[in-house]
């Protein structure tokens, strides 16, 4: 069963999230996950002063899975780039059922 990943940024530095945006996805794909949806361009329906304007949707054949590639060691520096670019939460979602 598909597990999903959230991932919500508040980008704060343009240029850095350029540069992350050129490698975030291989450690996605070295789990076995895929973008489902999302990217700089979401459309924001309601905002209480916390939301993000960005955000993305990530699939995962499991949630160990998710949990392997956001704590992958192989891409720390990856993930420090991302963290330099973008105030970010990301939230593994409970699969229905």
């Keep these: 069963m598909p597990h999903y990943v959230t991932v919500q940024l508040e980008v704060t530095d343009p240029e850095l999230m350029q540069q992350y945006r050129a490698r975030g996805f291989e450690p996605v794909a070295k789990h076995g996950g895929e973008m489902i949806a999302g990217g700089p361009d979401c459309e924001v329906l309601e905002d209480n002063g916390g939301g993000a304007p960005a955000s993305v949707l990530?699939?995962?054949p499991s949630?160990?899975?998710a949990r392997a590639w956001a704590e992958d060691p192989e891409f720390a520096e990856v993930y420090?780039?991302?963290r330099r670019a973008?105030?970010?939460t990301i939230t593994l979602l409970p699969p229905k059922g």
């Design 80 to 82: 420090a780039l991302r």
């Design 58 to 60: 990530l699939s995962f």
């Design 63 to 65: 949630a160990d899975a």
């Design 86 to 88: 973008a105030k970010t």
